[in-house]
Nanobody, 127 residues
Framework: QVQLVESGGGLVQAGGSLRLSCVAS????????MGWFRQAPGKEREFVAA????????DYANSVKGRFTISRDNAKNTLYLQMNSLKPEDTAVYYC????????????????????WGQGTQVTVSS
């Protein structure tokens, strides 16, 4: 069982930055591919960014490409999401997620492929 706890959300003006963190416990993080997802009020949860177990590969939603950066520190069992040039449409609850990785380098964007989820952290971007 993997427990995930997000932090770093908050209220920021448009154009500002936030850095989200997700600390994992219960298992060695390096055995998992990981991702960030978000859910805005009245909308379905959507993919934001994903990273392979060894950081060799990443993927981003088109809406955040060039503004957000996903990274991980397996020694600290921590996943990060650096968010720059934030827009009001980035307002949502952000969730980190993990899934058991094969030895191969894989980046997973499908929500259904993730087994473990954090409780979420609210990000609000004012215009």
């Amino acid at each position: 069982q993997v427990q995930l706890v997000e932090s770093g959300g908050g209220l920021v003006q448009a154009g500002g930055s936030l850095r989200l963190s997700c600390v994992a416990s219960g298992h060695i993080l390096s055995r998992y591919y990981m991702g960030w997802f978000r859910q805005a009020p009245g909308k379905e949860r959507e993919f934001v960014a994903a990273i392979s177990w060894n950081s060799a590969s990443t993927d981003y939603a088109n809406s955040v490409k060039g503004r957000f950066t996903i990274s991980r520190d397996n020694a600290k069992n921590t996943l990060y999401l650096q968010m720059n040039s934030l827009k009001p449409e980035d307002t949502a609850v952000y969730y980190c997620a993990a899934g058991p990785s094969p030895p191969a380098v894989v980046v997973i964007t499908a929500i259904r492929s993730y087994d473990y989820w954090g409780q979420g952290t609210q990000v609000t971007v004012s215009s």
